[in-house]
């Protein structure tokens, strides 16, 4: 899937050593906050980063730089979570650098939301190849790497839930998906619902890494 090197809406982010939210200005360096907002991201994106509920993402492997992103953009208010609503507008910079982190650094241990799932279909061989080949076609490993773990700002398909990217997708594709990368919308256009069903079912029954 074809993306800018850098994501425009972050390069500022990026270029600061500081992403200034009303609550990090205060709290500049302290860490205490993500120690404290850790249960309530376990509620939904499970205890290790791997998600156990329908369209939640696994956070679990996930680059760092790109769980720091969507953290301070879901904060500033660039994205919209309605769960989130809140949840991180007294974490620090060094809060959300800490949380990163600490999820980057966790094991995805293979596919999440696809066989080993109850929200999921059962691993479908000739889906996987239409997946497949519609990777290769999209140029996805261009910019999400041939293994697909993600890279800097690009996140890692791999394992990811099945139902979460078909979701997302539909929405990129749609334009609908405010806050996220809008070079997707056209690497997406023209896609039928069948094939980024298929391109899901592929990028979540890969192994793990």
């Known amino acids: 899937m074809k993306r800018m090197p850098v994501v ?65 953009m879901i904060r500033e208010g660039l994205r919209e979570v309605p769960a989130m609503t809140g949840m991180l507008d007294k974490l620090s910079d060094a809060d959300l650098t800490s949380l990163a982190t600490w999820y980057a650094g966790l094991k995805l241990d293979g596919p999440t939301g696809s066989s080993a799932q109850a929200s999921a279909t059962p691993p479908s061989n000739a889906r996987i190849a239409a997946g497949a080949t ?25 394992g990811q839930r099945e139902d979460y990217m078909q979701q997302t997708m539909v929405l990129m594709r749609d334009g609908k998906a405010v806050g996220r990368d809008t070079i997707m919308s056209s690497t997406l256009r023209g896609m039928s619902d069948e094939q980024l069903r298929d391109l899901a079912h592929y990028f979540s029954n890969l192994g793990s890494f």
Not at 136 to 157: D, E, I, M, N
């Open 134 to 158: 519609m990777a290769k076609q999209a140029l996805c490993g261009t910019c999400h790497l041939p293994t697909y773990l993600g890279q800097s700002q690009v996140p890692r398909l791999a």
């Open 8 to 72: 425009l809406a972050l390069a500022v982010f990026l270029a600061q050593p500081s992403w200034a939210g009303p609550g990090a200005a205060a709290t500049a360096g302290s860490t205490a906050g993500a120690e404290q907002v850790k249960p309530l991201c376990a509620a939904c994106h499970g205890a290790q980063g791997v998600s156990s509920i329908p369209a939640i993402p696994s956070l679990a492997g996930q680059p760092k730089v790109f769980i720091e992103n969507q953290l301070v």
